[in-house]
């Protein structure tokens, strides 16, 4: 059984920092890129940051570039989310998102999301 399962979320205030976690299992979890997403109340849901399998190569929206970092530990099955100088505009749900392209198809799965809020 597949699971993805976050941890972290919580209040925050402006300028300060989180780590959130995405505990994997039931799939090879080394073999997966590993994203961040987030949703905002009536906002779509946004890639915020993803690291390929290997872990070399990171990639992070605009609006996170310098603050957020993207992190995995294939021996461990997570991906972590280390974020700081948090803005209100940060506040969201959080989701984790496991892909891998097979030649056939596709494979990915979405934890249940975490919430995180930045507020004074």
């Known amino acids: 059984q597949v699971q993805l399962v976050e941890s972290g979320g919580g209040l925050v205030q402006p300028g300060g920092s989180l780590r959130l976690s995405c505990a994997a299992s039931g799939f090879t979890f080394s073999r997966y890129a590993m994203s961040w997403y987030r949703q905002a109340p009536g906002k779509e849901r946004e890639l915020v940051a993803r690291i390929i399998s290997a872990g070399g190569t990171t990639n992070y929206a605009d609006s996170v570039k310098g603050r957020f970092t993207i992190s995995r530990d294939n021996a461990k099955n997570t991906v972590y989310l280390q974020m700081n100088s948090l803005k209100p505009e940060d506040t969201a749900v959080y989701y984790c998102?496991?892909?891998?392209?097979?030649?056939?198809?596709?494979?990915?799965?979405w934890g249940q999301g975490t919430q995180v809020t930045v507020s004074s």
């Open positions: 998102h496991a892909e891998y392209s097979g030649y056939v198809k596709t494979y990915d799965y």
